[in-house]
């Protein structure tokens, strides 16, 4: 059975940092396509940040380039999202993505 789980959220000041990290189980890890993605409150959920084996093999929301970075690491099954010069406006639910399995979602308030 495939499982992803977050970690990593809390509470940052503006312009603070956190690195999330989606734990995989059930499956092998391997040029595939993950995915964070999040929910602010009274918000859709929007895709933040995708990793794969592409060309280019990352891609950002425009309102996360140059401070979010995804990567992946294989020999410990675990996708990260570092997260640098946080906003009020990236307080949401960060939930990591492979395919059709979701993590359950890890909470990000950014305030001062």
């Known amino acids: 059975q495939v499982r992803l789980v977050e970690s990593g959220g809390g509470l940052a000041q503006p312009g603070g940092s956190l690195r999330l990290s989606c734990a995989v189980s059930?499956?092998?890890?391997?040029?595939?396509?993950m995915s964070w993605y999040r929910q602010g409150p009274g918000k859709e959920r929007e895709l933040v940040a995708r990793?794969?084996?592409?060309?280019?093999?990352?891609n950002y929301a425009d309102s996360v380039k140059g401070r979010f970075t995804i990567t992946q690491h294989y020999a410990e099954n675990t996708m990260y999202l570092q997260m640098n010069s946080l906003q009020p406006d990236d307080t949401a639910v960060y939930y990591c993505?492979?395919?059709?399995?979701w993590g359950q979602g890890t909470q990000v308030t950014v305030s001062s």
């Open positions: 993505n492979l395919y059709n399995w």
């Open positions: 059930g499956f092998k890890l391997s040029n595939y396509v």
């Open positions: 990793i794969s084996s592409a060309d280019p093999p990352t």
